[in-house]
C-alpha cells in the first residue's frame, strides 16, 4: 500500500508495536483488529484487487461473520 506501519496502526486503533507483533506473528489478532484491517484494505484499489484473487476469500470472510453476529 505505500504506507508504514504507524500508519496503518493509527488508522485501526492500535499501536505500531501492536501491529508488528500481529505482522510478525508473535500476537494474535483480536476480531476488532482483523475487522479494522479488512476496511482499511478494502478500500485500496491495489490491496482489493489482491483480497479477491485469494480463492474464496470473500466467501469464507462472509461465513465468518455470519457466525459471529450469530453469537
Do not use: C, H, P
Not at 510478525?24 to 478494502?42: C, G, N
Amino acid at each position: 500500500m505505500g504506507t508504514s506501519q504507524a500508519d496503518i496502526a493509527d488508522r485501526i486503533g492500535i499501536s505500531r508495536q501492536t501491529y508488528n507483533s500481529i505482522e510478525t506473528q508473535k500476537r494474535e489478532m483480536s476480531w476488532t483488529t482483523f475487522i479494522a484491517l479488512y476496511a482499511v484494505f478494502q478500500n485500496n484499489e491495489e490491496t482489493r484487487r489482491m483480497l479477491k484473487s485469494i480463492d474464496d476469500f470473500e466467501e469464507e470472510y462472509g461465513n465468518v461473520m455470519s457466525v459471529q453476529s450469530d453469537l
